[in-house]
């Protein structure tokens, strides 16, 4: 069994990025070690590393390593260096808010530095590291807050990844799961496969049996029969950007949860950081990410749709604030309106 206390998604040795391998996952459990930031950025491309929070660290670490590896003579050098890092980053994956506010924390700690360009590097590369405990931090307070939701015996519907993996560790919706755990209530989970890049199966999965959960896999099309059932009690899901009136960004097949939730006057919660609130877009403006149809059309290497058919590959989609009971944060639970409470938590 992996011991996810001490697992961290992605880490600095010293010199490198060291990632989990998470397309390598259930059946490895590996690590890639990114020494360039070409390295870290084409992980993140590719979903090595992936998950709104983990993301974030990622890309500050990326910045790190673009300070560490400079030759930069100037401070003005190294900075001109990290904005243009910053800039490739943010091109990654744009759904996802907490990539450039992780970009623009460490853009500020370097402009905001006193020294020459080597306090410069050591003061970017120590920023990276404290964001990563920070973030494990945030995620425990979290599961502090989300946990008083959570009642003995209950069944909890989740979808995507939203664990260790998708974070430094612990979790934001598992991490709410987890700390329920921890107070020794006994918790099911039922966890959706998340098609098409299976990070419900896959990830999600491999995590909650691996940490001891009793755990139940379903497609994501059973969603409507396990809830008429009966056999959800609440629906805890991350998100990758809340607007400032409370509408929610995660993985596709999150809406379409939340209104089968509604239905079935089952508690559909968000359990997301700080650092996923975006409270200067419009949610009309945000960008959803459209990725590879081959994700879609392709299992392990062999297509299963006829060739010319149109396929359509939104990676996220947007629920609406109406169908959400509460925002689990870690500055506390946020109830509806939330145009209200969001300004009240962040001001
Ligand atoms: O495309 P991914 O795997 O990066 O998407 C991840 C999700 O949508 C998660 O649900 C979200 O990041 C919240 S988890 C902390």
Redesign the pocket.
């Known amino acids: 069994m992996v011991n996810f206390q001490n697992l961290r998604t992605v880490r600095w040795d010293g010199e490198s990025i060291i990632l989990i391998d998470q397309t390598k996952l259930p059946n490895k459990l590996t690590y890639l070690k990114c020494k360039t930031f070409n390295q870290l950025v084409d992980a993140i491309k590719r979903?090595v590393v992936?998950?709104?929070?983990a993301?974030g660290v990622a890309a500050a670490m990326g910045l790190a390593l673009v300070a560490k590896n400079s030759n930069a003579n100037t401070r003005e050098e190294l900075i001109n260096e990290l904005n243009e890092a910053g800039k490739i980053l943010r091109a990654t994956r744009p759904t996802?808010v907490n990539l450039f506010w992780a970009i623009q924390r460490i853009l500020n700690k370097a402009n905001l530095t006193l020294g020459n360009v080597n306090d410069l590097k050591l003061a970017i590369i120590n920023e990276a590291q404290i964001m990563a405990e920070e973030d494990i931090e945030t995620n425990r307070k979290i599961g502090y807050y989300g946990s008083q939701l959570i009642n003995n015996g209950d069944t909890i519907l989740t979808h995507?990844?939203?664990g260790t993996l998708?974070?430094v560790s612990y979790g934001?919706a598992l991490g709410v799961i987890r700390a329920a755990r921890e107070e020794g209530k006994c918790i099911k989970v039922i966890a959706t496969e998340t098609r098409p890049?299976l990070?419900g199966a896959r990830l999600n999965a491999f995590e909650l049996k691996e940490d001891g959960f009793d755990v139940t896999l379903i497609t994501d099309n059973m969603v409507g029969y396990v809830m008429s059932k009966g056999f959800v009690n609440k629906v805890i899901?991350?998100?990758?950007r809340i607007t400032k009136d409370g509408y929610v960004f995660?993985?596709i097949g999150t809406y379409q949860i939340a209104i089968l939730a509604n239905k079935h006057n089952i508690p559909f919660y968000v359990a997301a950081p700080s650092s996923t609130f975006d409270l200067v877009s419009d949610w009309h403006d945000v960008m959803i990410e459209e990725r590879s149809v081959d994700e879609v059309v392709m299992i392990k290497g062999r297509r299963i749709v006829p060739k010319g058919v149109k396929v359509l590959n939104p990676?996220?989609d947007i629920t609406p604030p109406d169908l959400i009971t509460a925002l689990i944060t870690d500055k506390g639970v946020l109830k509806p309106p939330y145009e209200l409470s969001i300004r009240n938590a962040f001001s």
């Open positions: 979903m992936r998950g709104a929070p993301i996802a995507c990844s939203t998708a974070t934001t890049a990070q899901v991350g998100a990758d995660n993985k990676a996220f």
